[in-house]
């Protein structure tokens, strides 16, 4: 039994940390002579816009819905016309173009009218999450989950801790290290409402040792208010992946295949607590992030507070621009990051960090074989066995790799990070993940096939049924023209039950249900990186 | 700007490489060899060059016929080998055991079953065993430490065949404290007055005696595993697991008959177990990946070994000890996987009390 913050595996990264840590956050960084707003900012499908081309409008409004439970709505980072809708290269690593709102600021700044509850523990709990809904906020540690789904989610279980995540485990990510320094307080105010939220028995706010300043504001902060606590944990990635911090905090573990709602618990990342404290209190959407501009290539490396939708290479050069070509770009920290395709793309809000890295930093080598050194087997989180895993995939065998522990693989980065034969152990998880998928896929196309057949011949057979009511019902009124008016009834009555039936075996239904259960994978995947 | 759009995460490694763990090892070897070859002279020099030269050139001419990129012969690997099977041999030993004995090591010991990484044995202590059995005079003849023989007088040892007698020096070759204690408590003797007779327990401890190059100096070997284990090449688990049984087993034995069965000291200070238990039991392609397995790995190896020091035919406990543990690895692997966070061992989910709030 592992004792209180305390995971298995594990690996220490350098931490990059410092050139970002010492300076504060840098606010206000001029306005951009162009914001790009992916209508997909989340993890669902793409929100709907609300304006059209030649539109102006403030900083705040809506400007696009969220169009599903895993959507999100955007707002307006400022204010402005609205130039374009058209598809952009996003920030991910395919480089595939999705549709965007271009936004040129106006420069007024000048806000919608902003209607914060006059006092946010007044109103039912069910609203405050509305709210957060209507705000736009995603899991902004990265996850990009909406962020009142899970306050709900939370709502139907009944949940004992609450986690603030704060440990930031990734190297050169200092955003929530200088959010807790600079806006402890608003922090400590979200989590009470996110504890209110979702009734939780217990708040503790999780921070790795290596950020001692942000530990004392967040204690200064929290002192004199009961029931939050500020929980040590000692530094070590992947401290801020959902499971390994539930484990070092409550002792617990996740079981397999459920979430942490399950057992009780429920983790949100600092930013977004900061977010729904804003957006609560003061009624502000989420229109900016604290993003991390960091990496060797960056001349001034510092945090800065941007307004989505702003380009990365701007950010850059807000930074004093690059020294040298990178060897790689980076949204996100180096253990999990996407690989950026171009500058030309936008910082959204699941934009943790920008990095600029040199070849040193990313110590890139030619795979050599595996020696077995079995550092990996070490290092993993989760006690899976990476380079069998590693053999499956290589093989084709994906049955053989989920065996050796691939269905329980986070994709955590620490076996990677740490094989002296550099051989790139998350590639071949990926891949096999994503062939699994297809599979999957594949399966539940097969299953759909096989309802719509059932539902098919469920329709013939109620049809058939409903034209024998009717044909009974028509000898039974030639039978005895008394009877007529009963015989009609009948007859509607035995139409409507067919038409009934009918609808209940239509594949909407079923299709439903088959969204549901992938949200659900969704759910659970996501969470872990909350 | 665009960027080079390559590679998934992550996107940082740690500084270590196979070729810089290779090194390490040869750089925490380089105490006990450099003591070897103070004591034995030229001719272990030689035997030493020979048994690295040949291993390089075996992977060499392996990985051509394999059609394998030559940037392989980089990684140490076979650098290592050559000097792990050096150093089980005996300080004279002619140079075709010395090439032979590489060329075993990484054609049939490696590079047969695919290269580095795919062995199942230990491709050093492999050759070593094949040429005990095939050669056992020339594989056990040790001789005395500090004869210092010429430069041109030791190209004859190795290359020539020289006969050891020519050397005019008496005693010049005998049994190891091992072999010796053996044929002594076998012929009648009591282990004891053996102890006090012929064993220096100093000696054994700083080295002075007959024996390979490599299992000579106990404090040496004990100064490059500890090298190893700071430098956290090498974890505890094997080294220790495995030096404890034999330690054990040895007081046991010893309480049990002590005229039979020698003394602790005796045990862990003679016959390279020192050397063995950090630099062959370690080996990481041939021995388990998990803690507890590696746990096991050692008590294995270290009744194994206990058990043919004291009641087997060969001296050569500790490489037969170990090798017989290698066969086993896969099994070991298996049965102890680790537990998989939110499975129990047999693999399902762990059972939980649901927190979901009743729906009326
Ligand atoms: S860390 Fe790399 S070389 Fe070592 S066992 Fe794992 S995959 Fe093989
Ligand atoms: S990526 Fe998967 S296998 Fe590798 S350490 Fe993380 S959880 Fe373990």
């Known amino acids: 039994m592992l004792g209180l913050g305390r995971f298995r595996g594990g690996v220490h990264p350098k931490g990059h940390k410092e050139p970002t840590r010492v300076n504060s956050i840098l606010t206000n960084p001029p306005l951009p002579p162009m914001l790009y707003l992916p209508l997909c900012q989340h993890s669902g499908d793409d929100a709907l816009p609300l304006v059209s081309i030649g539109e102006r409008v403030l900083k705040g409004q809506k400007i696009a819905c969220a169009d599903g439970r895993m959507s999100a709505n955007v707002h307006a980072p400022t204010s402005g016309v609205i130039r374009d809708i058209r598809a952009i290269t996003m920030p991910h690593p395919s480089g595939l173009p999705a549709r965007a709102i271009l936004l040129e600021p106006d420069g007024q700044e ?25 705000a736009g906020i995603v899991g902004m540690g990265g996850a990009i989950f909406p962020a009142a789904i899970k306050l709900r989610q939370g709502r139907r279980y009944e949940i004992k801790t609450l986690i603030v995540n704060g440990s930031e485990c990734e190297p050169f990510l200092t955003t929530d290290d200088r959010l807790m320094c600079e806006r402890a307080e608003e922090i400590i105010e979200g989590t009470k409402l996110v504890r209110h939220i979702i009734e939780a028995y217990r708040a503790v706010i999780a921070v790795e040792d290596n950020k001692p300043e942000a530990i004392a504001a967040l204690k200064k902060a929290a002192e004199g208010i009961g029931s939050i606590e500020i929980a040590v944990v000692p530094a070590r990635y992947p401290m801020g992946s959902a499971k390994q911090l539930i484990q070092a905090i409550t002792g617990q573990e996740v079981p397999a295949g459920k979430r942490s709602n399950d057992i009780g618990v429920l983790v949100h990342n600092v930013a977004t607590v900061y977010a729904i404290q804003q957006a609560l209190v003061y009624g502000k959407p989420l229109i900016s992030r604290i993003t991390t501009v960091g990496g060797d290539c960056i001349r001034s490396p510092r945090n800065v507070e941007a307004l989505l939708g702003t380009p990365v290479q701007y950010l850059f050069d807000v930074c004093g621009g690059l020294l040298e070509t990178p060897s790689r770009l980076l949204m996100g920290g180096p253990m999990m990051g996407q690989v950026l395709p171009t500058t030309d793309t936008p910082m959204i809000k699941g934009s943790s960090g920008l990095l600029a890295l040199t070849k040193r930093e990313v110590n890139e ?166 | 700007m665009n960027g080079p759009v390559r590679g998934a995460s992550p996107h940082a490694h740690d500084p270590s490489g196979v070729s810089m763990i290779m090194l390490q090892v040869c750089l925490a070897l380089v105490p006990v060899t450099t003591w070897a070859f103070y004591l034995f002279g030229w001719p272990a020099v030689f035997v030493w060059i020979l048994c690295i030269s040949a291993a390089i050139a075996s992977e060499a001419l392996s990985l051509w016929l394999m059609q394998q990129p030559y940037s392989r012969l980089l990684d140490g690997s076979g650098l290592l080998t050559g000097w792990l099977l050096a150093l089980t041999l005996p300080p004279w030993s002619p140079w075709w055991v010395a090439v032979g004995g590489a060329a075993f090591a990484i054609i049939i010991g490696k590079q047969i079953y695919g290269g580095i990484g795919q062995n199942i044995f230990n491709p050093a202590l492999l050759a070593r065993i094949a040429l005990l059995i095939s050669f056992p005079v020339p594989l056990t003849t040790w001789v005395a430490p500090q004869l210092y023989p010429g430069f041109m007088e030791s190209l004859g040892i190795v290359f020539a065949n020289a006969p050891l007698s020519e050397l005019g020096a008496d005693g010049v070759t005998g049994a190891t404290w091992l072999g010796d204690s053996k044929a002594f408590v076998r012929a009648g003797g009591d282990m004891q007055e053996y102890m006090t007779t012929s064993f220096s327990l100093s000696d054994a401890f700083f080295g002075y005696s007959r024996g390979s190059m490599g299992e000579v100096s106990a404090l040496l070997a004990l100064l490059g595993g500890a090298y190893l284990m700071y430098r956290r090449i090498i974890s505890w688990h094997i080294p220790l697991s495995l030096l404890g049984t034999v330690a054990l087993l040895a007081v046991i034995g010893h309480q049990a008959n002590a005229a039979a069965f020698a003394p602790l000291q005796f045990h862990l200070l003679s016959g390279g177990l020192i050397l063995g238990a950090f630099f062959y039991a370690t080996d ?62 047999q693999g399902n989910a762990i059972k939980h009390v649901s927190a979901q709030r009743r729906v009326n």
Not at chain 1, 113 to 134: F, K, M, R, S
């Open chain 1, 110 to 134: 000048e806000w919608v009218e902003l209607t914060p509850p006059a006092d946010p523990y007044a109103i039912p709990q069910e609203e405050l999450a509305g709210l957060v809904e209507e």
């Open chain 2, 284 to 345: 990481y392609v041939t021995t388990p990946s998990s803690r507890s397995g590696q746990i096991l790995f050692g008590i294995g190896s270290g009744i194994l070994i206990y058990s043919i020091r004291s009641w087997g035919g060969f001296p050569e406990a500790v490489a037969f000890g170990i090798l017989m543990m290698n066969a086993l690895t896969p099994l070991i692997d298996r049965v102890t996987r680790p537990r998989v966070y939110g499975r129990n061992r």
């Open chain 1, 365 to 530: 080598h030619v795979p050599d074989p595996c020696i077995r050194c079995a550092r990996c087997v070490n290092a993993c989180p989760m006690g899976l066995l990476p380079l069998e895993m590693a053999n499956g995939a290589k093989r084709d065998d994906f049955d053989a790799a989920n065996d050796a522990g691939l269905k329980d693989c986070i994709l955590c980065g620490s076996c990677a990070y740490v094989c002296p034969s550099h051989i790139p152990l998350v590639q071949y998880f990926e891949y096999a993940k994503g062939e699994l998928r297809d599979r999957r896929a594949e399966t539940d196309k097969l299953a759909l096939t096989k309802t719509l057949t059932e539902a098919k011949t469920a329709r013939v057979e109620a049809e058939k049924a409903a034209k024998e009511a009717a044909k009974a019902a028509k000898e039974a009124a030639k039978a005895a023209k008394a009877a007529k008016k009963k015989a009609d009834a009948e007859k509607k009555a035995a139409a409507k039950k067919a038409a009934e039936e009918a609808a209940a075996a239509t594949p909407p239904e079923s299709a439903g249900v088959a969204g549901e259960s992938t949200d659900q994978t969704i759910l659970t995947q996501e969470e872990e990186q909350s």
